[in-house]
């Protein structure tokens, strides 16, 4: 009996103190665990937010980079991007009552998560042609950020639950995303970029008493990074086929999108190793750890954009989202391999219109649907909730031409989006004896509100 105490402390102590270490200073514990992260669940920059990714293939903004870096040649000014979302989301899951007769679970209300993801992004972009000795463009950008307005770097969170977690929603705190783009023939761009993540492994050896005090002490630490790749390609048909896309009819107005995003993850290991002088001798107690968050898919993507006239833009874009690879993942996790996850690949829809109503006001209008990917109803002691989402934006730019004290114009963005998540039955079950499954069976639903804003300078 003591001597499980004392293993239940250390492993508590140890988790919370390796992470931590682990995952560098300033970190705190988000409410929840997230297989997502901003820039696919959100959008990046007010033109992504706004148009719901509808738009996101065809923006020769920065933000470009992470979706379709060949779009990168279409502006050959640099830029100065300085941007800031407040996502505030409010995931419930409304008790249906206990099948089982009792429930574990102790319920304040039916709100799981409103904690906000509240991040800061920096981005540029330039020409990078001078510093070769070829006369052909070659554009360079990147775009970093982080949570909390900048005081949060790194943050990590992998749990059960009993009450009930949303699977896609979360915090990914740090973003950090660079490549470039050029052209490869007339009228057809590549580009290509490197998405990075971190992978933390900790160790810890100690000796410890039956009251969890530890001696003898020897942490080790280490971060390295994972990098996963962003390639794409760019049609603009008119100057493919007609050398201008003035003399090309239809196809003059018409581009074509094509982009592979690879799948990236947060993942961190612990092992530790624990002796009780007098209870438990050498090699100790072990604790071993490898869990994951904040997972992307591979995304593939393809998207078309018509110029319906000099001043209005509309695209139509399709994702799909393989999902299901994550399945192999959490069988390996040691926090969730008992849940029996299943997945399933999605495709994702979208839409976005852009209206430039002179030359200094842009509006920008989207919509999306986007199906769960999650299949399993029961996923024991993990119990992950996910519905199907609607999902609208709209925003405006505007486009300072002659700004105080600056040489080159100023462009202003602002975006918002909403998230409606339908309504969607789940039961909550567990590993432990003496629980009749399933304890309890919820509904889950939520909303969530994006505000994006940006200031960009041109140069």
């Known amino acids: 009996m003591i001597i499980n105490k004392a293993y239940r402390r250390l492993a508590t102590l140890l988790c919370g103190a390796v992470l931590a270490a682990g995952l560098g200073a300033g970190v705190s514990t988000p409410a929840q665990a997230g297989m997502g992260n901003t820039a696919s669940t959100y959008g990046l920059l007010p033109m ?28 050959p000014r640099g830029e100065l991007t300085l941007g800031m979302m407040h996502a505030a989301q409010e995931l419930r899951a ?31 972009k330039t020409d990078l042609t001078d510093l070769t000795k070829f006369n052909h463009p070659l554009y360079f950008a990147f775009i970093a950020g982080v949570e909390k307005y900048g005081e949060e ?36 761009t590549g580009g290509a970029s490197a998405h990075v993540s971190l992978r933390s492994d900790a160790t810890l050896v100690a000796s410890a008493d039956l009251a969890g005090n530890t001696q003898y002490e020897r942490l080790d630490v280490t971060a390295r990074p994972v990098i996963r790749p962003v390639v794409s390609v760019n049609f603009e048909w008119g100057k493919v086929f007609c050398g201008n896309n003035d003399r090309c009819g239809f196809l003059g107005d018409l581009e074509t999108a094509l982009a592979f995003r690879g799948h990236t993850e947060a993942r961190t290991s612990v092992e530790s190793n624990i002796t009780i002088p007098g209870t438990v001798v050498d090699p100790g107690i072990t604790l071993l750890i490898d869990t994951l968050d904040s997972y992307q898919p591979d995304i593939y993507s393809a998207g078309l954009l018509y110029h319906l006239s000099d001043r209005f833009r509309l695209a139509l874009a399709v994702e799909q989202q393989n999902w299901q690879d994550l399945e192999d993942k959490l069988d390996r996790d040691t ?20 209206w430039t109503v002179n030359d200094s006001l842009i509006l920008t209008a989207g919509a999306a649907w986007q199906e769960s990917p999650l299949e399993s109803l029961q996923t024991p002691d993990v119990n992950y909730l996910d519905s199907d989402k609607t999902i609208v934006g709209v925003g405006a730019s505007w486009i300072v031409r002659n700004p105080p004290v600056l040489a080159f114009p100023l462009r202003l963005d602002f975006g918002y989006q909403f998230q409606r998540l339908e309504k969607r ?32 300078v041109k140069f």
């Open 425 to 456: 039955e789940f039961e909550l079950t567990t590993t432990r004896p003496g629980v009749t499954n399933p304890y309890e069976t919820v509904s889950a639903d939520g909303e969530a509100n994006i505000f994006s804003g940006s200031i960009t």
């Open 153 to 188: 770097m790194l943050a990590f969170n992998s749990q059960t639950s009993t009450e009930g977690q949303f699977f896609q929603y979360g915090r990914q705190p740090l973003f950090l995303n660079l490549g470039g783009g050029v052209e490869l023939f007339n009228g057809i």
């Open 94 to 124: 409304a008790s249906q009552g206990s099948p089982s007769g009792g429930s574990p679970v102790t319920r304040e209300g039916d709100v799981l998560s409103d904690a906000p993801s509240q991040q800061v992004l920096i981005a540029m």
């Open 48 to 75: 992504d937010v706004a148009s719901a990714q509808g738009l996101s293939l065809f923006n020769a903004q920065a933000s470009a980079l992470y979706y379709n870096p060949a779009y990168l040649t279409r502006d």
């Open 335 to 354: 926090i969730k391999d008992q849940a029996n996850v299943a997945l399933k690949d999605i495709v994702v829809p979208r839409i976005g219109a852009e």
